[in-house]
């Protein structure tokens, strides 16, 4: 998964340092505020890819004496940030320059230039995206998109794939935006659609800190994997399992206790042996769960 998740980063962020290169061009020989809103929003993103890459590399740190339970869930703080910037800079600036653009309008020039730079960018811009739909999409499994987008602990895949959404969806609009300016000869739409990217980036970046916070506080795994860790320890020699606490320190990083009732008639000797059998089953098809804590217990109950 992290290798899939670092791919996509990479994928993105070169897309986004060459749309941002193009758009800032095109807005400079246009004088089109909704091209120049698009180059700070590519801007951003390339930014906020850095951060992703970054923070995948401090997640990876084995765990130390300092952090025994390692550097997890450093990925989820950089996503929180990447969410701040994205609110701040992203929408911040293309709202201002919106505002702006329509209080004291200015018509473009050479509009074909771009609309050229904006069918580059669409085209760069899906590239990236199908990258991060198909990563996507092979982890949610069985949930729809909505329920894969809210249990999501991947933050680098869900950030790609919502930022590049709304890229897509910038574009369409700044193009939108261009083409009224041009018919009408009003260049107020185009501020407007300067305003409408901003609300758009403003949107996306409240729901990445929404999930980023989350996920930093600690979110538990998925109860498909909570009810795993019942099956594997019901065994002969377990009368039953009481509460099974898990929490996500990254994707791939799951930390799990359980309370288990052991039978009274079985030896320490027993005990130790299924406690073991009951860890090499759950590595073995969780490798994820990076630590099991097994709590004997008499009614079963943390």
């Not at 390339?46 to 339970?69: I, M």
């Not at 600036?93 to 960018?121: F, K, N, T």
């Not at 590239?127 to 069985?142: I, L, Q």
């Not at 490798?287 to 217990?297: D, F, K, N, T």
């Amino acid at each position: 998964m992290k290798g899939e998740s670092t791919r996509v980063l990479i994928v993105a962020l070169a897309a986004n340092l060459g749309i941002a290169a193009a758009k800032f061009v095109a807005a400079a020989i246009t004088g089109s505020s909704a091209m120049l809103t698009e180059g700070v929003h590519s801007l951003v993103d390339s930014t906020n890819q850095l951060l992703l890459l970054y923070g995948q590399k401090r997640a990876a740190k084995p765990p130390d004496a300092r952090h025994p339970s390692g550097y997890g869930r450093e990925l989820y703080f950089w996503s929180f940030v990447v969410a701040l910037l994205v609110f701040a800079l992203g929408a911040g600036v293309s709202i201002y320059e919106g505002v702006l653009h329509v209080l004291h309008p200015e018509p473009a020039v050479a509009p074909l230039i771009a609309y050229g730079v904006l069918a580059i960018a669409f085209a760069l811009e899906g590239g990236s995206t199908v990258a991060a739909f198909r990563a996507f999409d092979a982890a949610r499994g069985s949930l729809n998109w909505w329920q894969a987008l809210r249990r999501s602990k991947d933050a680098s895949t869900l950030v790609v794939l919502l930022e590049n959404g709304a890229a897509m969806a910038g574009i369409i609009v700044a193009a939108i935006g261009l083409a009224l300016s041009q018919a009408t000869g009003n260049p107020v739409f185009d501020g407007g659609a300067s305003v409408v990217i901003g609300l758009i980036l403003g949107f996306v970046a409240l729901f990445l800190a929404r999930e980023a916070k989350g996920l930093l506080i600690g979110e538990a795994a998925d109860p498909e994997l909570i009810e795993g860790l019942r099956a594997a320890a019901t065994r002969p020699g377990v009368m039953r399992t009481g509460e099974v606490i898990t929490v996500h320190n990254a994707p791939d990083q799951i930390v799990a206790a359980m309370s288990v009732d052991f039978d009274n008639r079985i030896g320490a000797g027993d005990v130790e042996r299924i406690v073991c059998e009951i860890e090499a089953e759950v590595r073995e098809k969780w490798p994820a769960v990076m630590r099991l804590y097994i709590r004997p217990q008499e009614d079963a109950g943390l």
